[in-house]
């Protein structure tokens, strides 16, 4: 059993992307279907001999190039990603639930294309294994479709 995305929703997802000012009500669709499609928002650490971090299943490799090359040029948005800490750690992709959902939030960003609108699932759907998940992962966008529906409703 994992959390419950209701509350990962109003307590962990909303308040985070509202700090970075990045909030909108598909994008907090989009990072709650990806906990739920990556993790179950219940494994913090990948199944087997993945490296993948957090509910939102980033690898450090990712996270490392997230920093590097993205929020290295953009000062504000990168203290607000760090919060009262002073450097990047891809270890706090597990322990820290606004980090790691900050930087999903951050790695869907940097993608050139707009975010699904919200209620869409299925463009929620695909979108997460365009830019998420790759072509080369192993999930489905219908995985993510039943996951969603399992998990959320509707």
Not at 115 to 134: M, R, S, V
Request: aromatic share 10%; glycine share 10%.
């Amino acid at each position: 059993m994992g959390l419950d995305p209701h509350q990962l929703r109003e307590f962990v997802i909303r308040p985070s992307l509202q700090r970075l000012d990045l909030w909108s009500k598909a994008a907090e669709e989009l990072i709650v279907g990806t906990g739920i499609q990556e993790s179950g928002l219940r494994h913090l650490h990948q199944i087997g001999s993945g490296p993948a971090l957090g509910l939102w299943q980033m690898e450090p490799k990712t996270h490392t190039d997230i920093w590097e090359n993205f929020l290295h040029f953009r000062t504000k948005l990168s203290l607000k990603v760090l919060g009262p800490y002073t450097k990047p750690d891809h270890t706090r992709l597990v322990w820290d639930l606004a980090y790691s959902c900050s930087m999903c939030r951050i790695h869907y960003l940097r993608c050139p294309e707009s975010l699904p609108p919200a209620g869409d699932i299925e463009g929620q759907a695909n979108f997460w294994k365009k830019h998420y998940n790759t072509p080369l992962g192993a999930g489905t966008p219908g995985q993510y479709i039943d996951n969603w529906q399992r998990s959320i409703g509707k």
